[in-house]
């Protein structure tokens, strides 16, 4: 059994969340395998603590798409396939292209500063894989909220929470952080120069080279 998770903790954390990182740890370096049942009550007493924190962490894990939960089968870990990936990218690429050649005409000069500091700190955080992460949805959804088109943004973000996973699991697989800052660079660079196709082309590009790149780790399983 492992010690207490509050012994641990820091003062902006809570037990849920301390849980949650240490489960999505252990999924990531695939100490617990894909398809693997996580049982509620064997969770609770490893890490010595209520349900309660058990069930909410299976509930933040299932929500980034790291855990599924089936009628007869619990909450299992999730296990990806190129199918599954393939299908998630044939249909996040055109809308989030369309997205992208609906906002470029919007952008004004606040929000293009806003996508500019973000990059400057994705580029300063390369080494941080989980802040870069973060940068790295909070430009791109910068740029959608710009196309004005609220359900067009919503499909997107569903589309974004279910490629989490693959994300997660295989960040090792994607473009290294330099080649991707790259294509960041190109994307808003068109979109500076508001130049809608260029940057639809650039997006799409960047969001192929995620599904060749992890699709490629997959094969090597």
Do not use: C
């Not at 395998?33 to 007493?45: N, V, Y």
């Not at 890490?47 to 299932?62: D, G, I, K």
């Not at 989490?164 to 090792?172: E, G, V």
């Not at 809608?196 to 790149?213: C, E, F, I």
């Amino acid at each position: 059994m492992q010690e207490p998770l509050t012994r641990s903790l820091g003062p902006a954390r809570t037990i849920t969340e301390n849980l949650a990182g240490l489960l999505r740890e252990e999924i990531r370096t695939g100490a617990l395998e894909p398809g693997s049942r996580l049982r509620q009550g064997e969770i609770a007493e490893r890490y010595n603590v209520s349900s309660t924190p058990v069930r909410e962490a299976f509930a933040a894990l299932e929500k980034e798409g790291l855990l599924v939960s089936f009628p007869h089968r619990g909450v299992v870990v999730f296990q990806p396939s190129i199918d599954d990936l393939s299908e998630i990218y044939e249909i996040r690429i055109p809308l989030e292209v369309l997205a992208i050649e609906k906002a470029v005409p919007n952008i004004d000069d606040v929000e293009l500063a806003v996508l500019e500091r973000l990059l400057g700190e994705m580029a300063a955080s390369k080494d941080d894989s989980a802040t870069y992460q973060q940068l790295n949805t909070d430009f791109h959804e910068q740029i959608y909220q710009a196309a004005r088109r609220p359900k067009l943004e919503k499909l997107i973000r569903e589309l974004r929470d279910a490629s989490t996973a693959y994300l997660r699991l295989y960040a090792t697989w994607s473009p290294t952080a330099h080649d991707t800052q790259l294509e960041h660079e190109a994307i808003f660079e068109a979109i500076k120069a508001q130049a809608p196709k260029r940057a639809g082309k650039a997006l799409a590009a960047h969001l192929q080279h995620t599904v060749d790149y992890v699709s490629n780790g997959l094969v090597r399983q």
